[in-house]
């Protein structure tokens, strides 16, 4: 019995060791919401994030520098982590949502999950398109979902609009990846905007039967896939084009130069933009250091990072791009919709996507 | 916490009739099963999403044609190799022993994602063909592919269950059978498959329940499975029970399939001799296909992965290779091996309390205790953190009194629950084997204890512990490999600042950067490797049972 | 001193296995438990020993109701067919597995009384089945227990050394003057040692029979 108690004390002293360390922090560090006036000492916001980039930490860092607030962040899948805020709910120790795509946070807001940012700061960082119409998030950063295309098959006067694809013309030549992911099923979301639910169905249709292959794989696959000419086209974000050219590996370089970059309905209705975005939420324990850190990603600094690090656009029209491979790519016209349009579509897209058989 | 006089006199009774062992047992096995009857609770919940049967029935069918070629495959890898290295005799049989094992190191999806750039356009391979002459590469993203990722990432599940059983039974069976002169097919046939029924299926069961909760493999190549159809009702429908409800479907089909199993096991006897000195072995004359098929298993399941890993880390060796990564190492080790504890723990009190239990209660609770293993494991980090968020609101007059304020989610943020959440997903693991080492041993052992005035604590500790240590040794390890391998729950349940090795390689693979990832999915594997050498190096200590 | 009252014993009702046992057994006494496989005979031991739990009828030992008393508590020990030495543990520890410590004086007299001092450090792996057969008893002996309980002693040994180990174990039970029941299935067993026998039968006593025959 001894040998019991002594095992089961050792081991619950064990975690509860690491245990405490946590809540000792936590606490510590925790201010009641009254208290506005801060010392910066061991300040601290809580981020639940799905973006995963190293560019990210680089720039909480920064922030903590500048600030002494320390940014925690909980990585994770967006779903499992709104789940997790939801059921949480006013009790959970968490402050901002941070997501790569305005479908999910239209869906947060939605959920009730958001508070107003109410921050002039951001107001005047980003353009009132990129922001939510109650002020419930903002987009930070942007990328463009593009058309690459095979430089040995493919003449870029042949290329013009999405629309375009759905053409028999290109039957067996479209690759892109399945439809489980965010990023084209924002695209689809675009399009029953754009062009209303019927005709994006038969656009679906017409795209899926041009399918060279079954969809697999994440981006940079699509490229590949091009690249060794097993299909023509393939619908991709733009910022995986400037990763592939600086990446170290000499297959992707070999890859990436086989291709080219087109964006698509320059002279209809722009290319598909999608945004990486952060709103406050419910729960927030620390409003005033979310707010500070959304002014602070939102600020010429830091949206610079962004883009030259992470091949990102910026969303802060005060920003001069600096990275050359944007730079080359230019101005282009986006695609003039509110971004919280595609959490509204997003159940139809998917709806469409699986009646077309988009796998 | 105030008892008053009536519920005193409960627990006292309840402490008379049952000892604290017992308690500890049913608690951890009540606890166990509670997220996920929460899970097939909420399955109940109304939803509005309906998959068209269309899209159900080809997840199902192509889960089932996975389940049927895996299981087979494996199977037959599994069974052949471990028959051959128990019983024959041949040049580098003890290194194949321990290496045919090592794939267990390398999680599902890594090998997937190293295996496609292996034969990709590019990729090493066709690049080796390239140096012949031959212009061709092959995409294997497809339901091929993925089952013959599945097949060899998890065919050391049979491996292992087979060699541990040929160790102790069938000597007599084999020598008799050899005695009449069976050549070696017949002996293969007639002898080793009917006899390896027991481990087959414990093996197999395992295999099974890793592929059906998988979705890592599957969505990289563009499968559609039943894990894809859960994760698309939630991530695209937005409709989490809808997709809690898919999951218990399964969860009740897999527990139909363990339950009928385990009742048609009942009747079969097996004659477990205790082990005849030691197996003659036979010796092969021409070991020259034997080493073949040994070498050519090794090269496909375990070396190509790890050379294309190793590879696509160069790149990044520079970038990652510094203390930081020795760091998070030594952390990953760390709380990996308390999380092991613990589990093993749990499982070995529960174990002990079904053990002699002749009722359906029992054991059927204890197989649904064991249902973790078949559902994808973000699931289980969910319920169990919405289980004990409810736990946590009930408990909050508890948590005024004694002295926390404010905060709420006490316990659902804690370390306990991070570590509870893995006891769930792996108490197959650990519990079947820890089940099957009870079965090894002589039952009259623990009566004979309670004859000489051991309560069943004492024996507990004086006659099941000491018994059970080479087996709890090796659940350990097991678990141990399970937890490292693990990804959601660590992502979700893990505190603010543990940074872990699966966390990076998520990180870095959700960024689509292979070459940072492949340096932390080495690091991963080497303690794989490790811990399987460990495993399969293990000696039992050398009494035999009396 | 040990007096089994009514006892019946089933799974179900229409199967009884044992069926309105009434039993008393003398102080110092050795009874043998004759029957076929199936008759019930084990299953009887287990009652008295707490391993089972009786459905009917009473168990008293020393005129106190132990019916309800669990196993560890009864002071009663048992022999087991298969011995049930505990692989991990030395002959001594074997021996002493039931005492406080194995250096307990207890120990060494109870191996001398079987007559393995000599073999204290060996481990049960390293015994032949007549010596497991003698540390078994030193070991159930050493716990000092009101009642032995005796499961086949003998079923594992092979014929010559079956008449000679008898003899010693009656001898050792004997010297230790203690009250004892064996089962088994063999009738020259049950003459050659008991002072009575119950023949069971289909779980019911069929008769008792008193030895008179001058033993040894």
Not at chain 2, 395 to 405: A, H, S
């Amino acid at each position: 019995m001894k040998k019991l108690l002594l095992i089961f004390s050792a081991a619950l002293l064990l975690i509860t060791g690491c245990a405490k360390k946590e809540t000792a922090d936590t606490t510590a560090t925790e201010p009641t919401p009254t208290e506005t006036t801060v010392s910066s000492g061991d300040q601290k916001v809580v981020l639940y994030t799905s973006r995963h980039y190293d560019t990210d930490q680089a720039l909480f860092d920064a922030f903590k520098e500048k600030t002494g607030i320390t940014v925690e962040v909980k990585q994770g899948d967006a779903k499992a982590l709104l789940e997790e805020i939801e059921q949480g709910g006013e009790d959970l120790d968490a402050d901002l949502f941070y997501t790569a795509d305005a479908g999910k946070l239209a869906q947060a807001k939605e959920k009730g999950l958001f508070q107003t940012i109410g921050s002039d700061v951001v107001k005047s960082n980003v353009p009132e398109i990129y922001r939510d119409n109650d002020d419930m998030w903002t987009a930070l950063t942007m990328r463009a979902r593009i058309i690459v295309y095979s430089l040995e098959n493919v003449d870029p006067a042949q290329l013009s609009t999405y629309e375009d694809l759905a053409n028999e013309k290109w039957k067996g030549k479209i690759v892109t990846r399945p439809s489980s992911h965010v990023y084209n099923q924002s695209l689809v979301a675009s399009f029953i905007e754009v062009n209303g639910l019927e005709e994006t169905k038969e656009w679906a249709k017409g795209l899926v039967s041009n399918f060279a292959r079954e969809p697999k794989g994440n981006d940079r696959d699509q490229v590949k896939a091009v690249a060794a000419n097993e299909a023509d086209i393939a619908i991709v974000n733009s910022y995986y084009i400037g990763k592939m050219i600086t990446s170290d590996k000499p297959e992707e370089k070999e890859a990436v130069a086989k291709v080219g970059v087109f964006f698509p309905n320059q002279e209809t209705t722009g290319t598909h933009v999608n945004v990486s975005g952060a709103g406050i939420l419910k729960s927030s324990k620390n409003k005033e250091n979310a707010v500070k850190l959304l002014e602070f990603l939102s600020s010429v600094e830091a949206q610079e990072q962004f883009s030259s690090a992470n091949f990102e656009f910026p969303v802060n029209p005060n920003v001069e791009v600096k990275n050359e491979l944007l730079k080359s790519w230019g101005e282009f016209k986006k695609q003039g919709i509110n971004l919280s349009i595609l959490g509204e579509n997003n159940k139809k897209a998917q709806e469409i996507m699986d009646e077309v058989g988009w796998k | 916490m105030r008892l008053d006089g009536n519920s005193t006199q409960v627990l006292f009774l309840l402490m008379k009739k049952y000892s604290i062992i017992h308690i500890i047992g049913i608690v951890a096995l009540i606890l166990t099963c509670i997220p996920i009857i929460y899970l097939l609770l909420q399955a109940f919940r109304p939803t509005e999403t309906v998959l068209s049967n269309q899209l159900l029935i080809a997840y199902i069918r192509n889960t089932i044609i996975m389940i049927l070629v895996v299981g087979f495959s494996a199977g037959f890898l599994g069974l052949t190799l471990a028959w051959i290295i128990s019983f024959y005799d041949f040049p580098f049989r003890r290194f194949f022993k321990v290496v045919l094992a090592l794939p267990l190191a390398i999680p599902p999806y890594i090998a997937a994602v190293s295996y496609s750039d292996f034969m990709y356009v590019n990729g090493l391979f066709p690049r080796l063909l390239g140096t012949f002459g031959i212009t061709k590469h092959f995409d294997i993203m497809n339901i091929h592919g993925a089952i013959f990722i599945y097949s060899i990432t998890l065919y050391p599940y049979v491996y292992i269950a087979c060699l541990s059983f040929f160790k102790y039974t069938s000597a007599s069976f084999v020598e008799n059978a050899r005695v009449l002169k069976a050549n070696w097919v017949k002996l293969f046939s007639k002898v080793g498959v009917p006899l390896a029924r027991l481990p087959l299926v414990a093996g197999l069961t395992l295999v099974i329940m890793e592929l059906v909760s998988d979705f890592g493999v599957i969505d990289y190549y563009g499968v559609q499975g039943f894990s894809t159809g859960i994760y698309k009702i939630w991530h695209n429908y937005s409709d989490f029970y809808g997709a809690i409800r898919l999951s218990a479907i399964l969860l009740c089909i897999i527990f139909a399939v363990v339950y009928i199993e385990s009742f048609l096991r009942r009747r079969l006897r097996y004659f477990t001799t205790s082990k005849s000195k030691s197996i003659k072995l036979i010796r092969v004359k021409n070991a020259r296909y034997l080493l073949i098929y040994f070498t050519l298993t090794l090269i496909i399941t375990f070396i190509i992965p790890l050379i294309q890993l190793v590879y696509n880390g160069i790149y990044a060796y520079e970038k990652i290779w510094n203390i930081k990564l020795l760091q998070v190492t030594l952390n990953t080790v760390y709380y990996t091996s308390i999380a092991s504890f613990i589990c093993v723990g749990i499982s070995f009190v529960i174990a002990n309390y079904v053990k002699g239990k002749k009722g359906i209660f029992a054991k059927t609770i204890s197989k649904l205790a064991t249902m973790g293993y078949s559902i994808p494991g973000v699931l289980v980090g969910l319920s169990v953190m919405f289980t004990f968020f409810d736990v946590d609101k009930l408990l909050v007059p508890l948590y005024r009194f004694i002295g926390i304020k404010q905060k709420v989610l006490v316990l659902s943020t804690s370390v306990f629950v991070f570590m509870f959440a893995y006891v769930v997903r792996f108490m197959a693991v650990s519990f079947n084997n820890i089940n099957a080492g009870y079965k090894k041993i002589n039952p009259n052992l623990f009566r004979a204890s309670a004859t000489l005035k051991q309560s069943t604590s004492q024996t507990f500790w004086r006659v099941d512990f000491p018994l059970m240590l080479p087996t709890l040794l090796m659940s350990f390890l097991l678990v141990f490999l399970e937890i490292l391998k693990e990804l959601p729950i660590t992502l979700m349940l893990k505190p603010y600042k543990l940074e872990t090795l699966t966390g990076f390689v998520h990180t870095y693979t959700h960024n689509e950067q292979y070459s940072e990832a492949s340096i932390y999915s080495l690091v991963i594997i080497l303690l794989g490797i490790i811990t399987v050498s460990l495993i399969m190096l293990f000696r039992e200590k050398k009494y035999v049972k009396s | 001193m040990l007096s089994l009252k009514n006892i019946s014993f089933y799974y179900n009702k229409n199967q009884m296995i044992l069926q309105d046992i009434n039993l008393e057994v003398k102080q110092g006494e050795l009874i043998a438990i004759l029957g076929s496989s199936g008759s019930g005979k084990s299953t009887l031991l287990n009652l008295v020993a707490g391993l089972e739990k009786v459905s009917v009828g009473q168990i008293l030992l020393d005129q106190k109701d132990i019916t309800d008393v669990v196993c560890e508590k009864r002071n009663i020990g048992m022999i087991f067919q298969d011995y049930a030495l505990f692989p991990h543990l030395t002959v001594e520890k074997n021996v002493g597995f039931a005492l406080k410590s194995y250096k307990d004086p207890i120990v060494d007299a109870m191996l001398k009384l079987v007559k393995m001092e000599s073999f204290k450090k060996r481990y049960p792996y390293e015994l032949s089945g007549g010596e497991k057969q003698r540390v078994a008893i030193a070991r159930s002996l050493a716990a000092q227990p009101k009642v032995l309980l005796l499961d086949e002693p003998f079923s594992n040994l092979d014929a010559d050394l079956r008449y000679k180990v008898r003899k010693e174990v009656k001898e050792i039970l004997t010297q230790a003057n203690i009250t004892s029941i064996m089962v088994t299935h063999d009738i020259d067993d049950a003459y050659d040692i008991a002072d009575r026998i119950v023949f069971l039968k289909q779980g019911r006593i069929d008769r008792i029979e008193e030895v008179k025959a001058t033993k040894l």
